[in-house]
């Protein structure tokens, strides 16, 4: 079992630009969240995807939007870089049912630089 | 909305037992989790406890929760070296987690 997989690992952008993350949950998961962590503070929840549509949103501009797709994979896209979306962006994967708390097991990351 | 706090950072000594601390406010959170986070990787779940639990107790690792205080602490004994990472508890309400900015435990040898 492969866990959750990002991609890329590493990327730098500069201010303006538009990236976009990727995500591979957990094989059995269908539901993956976003999160941001910016260096030395907690993650930061952004939103969460489930049967292809955003179910929750947590405090974060328009600029960040996000997919998912029928093999539940889901990507985040962010538009019109600031400085301060520089940051480590986690995706968690999470089964819809199975276990009673719903752990949410989270990938490596990907560390977003913007120049 | 919720809010997680934690102390930024606890040193113990090899084989001392750690204590890390955390406070939240929404009492509405199903369940409260401790995750570990070492350099440059993501979060491992460490442990859980569902709110109408007191206690857990998983290998040298020991929760506590004080629902009236919404005080939650996780305790680890005998700790070694290899413990040394960023501790974050987390609260869980509806389908998200609301994290506190972590405690840094160093273990000196």
């Known amino acids: 079992d492969a866990g959750v997989t990002q991609s890329p690992t590493h990327l730098i952008k500069t201010r303006g630009q538009q990236v976009t993350l990727r995500c591979s949950p957990k094989?059995?998961?269908?539901?993956v969240s976003w999160y941001q962590q910016a260096l030395g503070q907690g993650p930061q929840f952004i939103f969460q995807y489930y049967e292809e549509e955003e179910r929750q949103r947590g405090n974060f501009p328009d600029r960040f939007s996000g997919h998912q797709f029928p093999n539940y994979s889901s990507e985040l896209n962010v538009n019109a870089l600031l400085l301060g979306d520089s940051a480590l962006y986690l995706c968690?994967?999470?089964?819809?049912?199975?276990?009673?708390?719903?752990?949410?097991?989270f990938g490596p990351g990907t560390r977003l630089t913007v120049l | 909305g919720e809010d997680v706090e934690q102390s930024l950072f606890l040193s113990v000594r090899e084989g001392d037992s750690s204590v890390i601390n955390c406070t939240y406010t929404d009492s509405s959170s199903t369940y409260l989790y401790w995750y570990k986070q070492e350099p440059g990787a993501g979060l491992q779940l460490l442990t859980y406890i569902f709110s109408n639990m007191d206690m857990k107790q998983d290998q040298r690792l020991t929760v506590l929760l004080n629902k009236k205080d919404k005080h939650l602490s996780l305790r680890i004994a005998d700790t070694q070296t290899g413990d040394s990472a960023i501790y974050f508890c987390?609260?869980?309400?509806?389908?998200?987690?609301?994290f506190g900015g972590g405690t840094r435990l160093m273990v000196k040898p």
């Open positions: 987390a609260a869980h309400a509806g389908n998200m987690l609301t």
């Open positions: 968690a994967s999470s089964p819809r049912t199975g276990v009673p708390y719903n752990e949410q097991f």
């Open positions: 094989s059995g998961h269908d539901t």
